[in-house]
């Protein structure tokens, strides 16, 4: 008995699976199809697996140019944290590169995450928000010598204001 609901457990769980990977979504909004959902994404069952190619996209990495009154410069990237930061920071890099295309709404946020990092360095009076997406080439293109590297995707250059 107790390995017939093993089974019967697995395979449902596997139909989940192809349901997500298929990018089906499942109709209703009673209390089991908001259940089997809730599982689903609790389990990663509803993942689309878009991680194989040739859907992945390029990484791309948030870099803060700073410089001083003196001219001095230095920098610091999304990578400088922990893991786990690192990780959210990317989703948020992601999400405005991808899925917000209102400039000024870009604009707002950058200046929001550069004046978060310019708090962090009281001696900065400018910042460089610098988007880089990192630039994979086809296999022909690497064969013909073509190199990985960083272009600039989006920039903003924010100053500190002045205290009154």
Same mark, same amino acid.
């Given at each position: 008995?107790?390995l017939?609901?093993?089974?019967?457990?697995?395979?449902?769980h596997l139909v989940l699976?192809i349901i997500?990977?298929?990018e089906?979504?499942?109709?209703?909004?009673?209390f089991?199809?908001?259940?089997?959902r809730?599982?689903?994404s609790?389990s990663?069952?509803?993942?689309?697996?878009?991680?194989? =190619?040739?859907?992945v996209?390029?990484? /791309?990495?948030?870099?803060f140019?700073? $410089?001083? #009154?003196?001219? @001095?410069?230095?920098s610091?990237?999304?990578?400088?944290q922990?893991?786990e930061v690192t990780l959210?920071f990317?989703?948020?890099?992601?999400a405005?590169?991808?899925k917000i295309?209102?400039e000024?709404?870009?604009?707002s946020?950058?200046?929001?995450?550069?004046?978060r990092?310019?708090a962090?360095?009281p001696? =900065?009076?400018k910042?460089r928000?610098? /988007?880089d997406e990192?630039?994979?080439? $086809?296999? #022909?293109?690497y @064969?013909?010598?073509?190199t990985?590297?960083w272009?600039e995707?989006?920039?903003a250059?924010?100053?500190?204001?002045?205290?009154p």
């Open positions: 008995m107790k017939r609901i093993a089974i019967t457990a697995g395979l449902l699976v997500g990977a298929a089906l979504n499942l109709p209703g909004d009673n089991a199809a908001r259940a089997i809730f599982y689903a609790l990663a069952a509803n993942a689309n697996y878009s991680f194989f =190619a040739p859907s996209g390029s990484p /791309l990495r948030a870099t140019h700073f $410089t001083d #009154a003196d001219g @001095r410069q230095y610091e990237d999304t990578d400088a922990a893991r959210r990317g989703n948020m890099v992601d405005f590169r991808n295309d209102n000024p709404v870009r604009r946020i950058a200046a929001s995450w550069s004046g990092v310019l962090k360095y001696a =900065a009076t910042v928000f610098v /988007l990192y630039q994979i080439p $086809t296999m #022909a293109e @064969r013909a010598g073509q990985m590297s272009k995707d989006y920039v250059q924010f100053e500190r204001r002045r205290k």
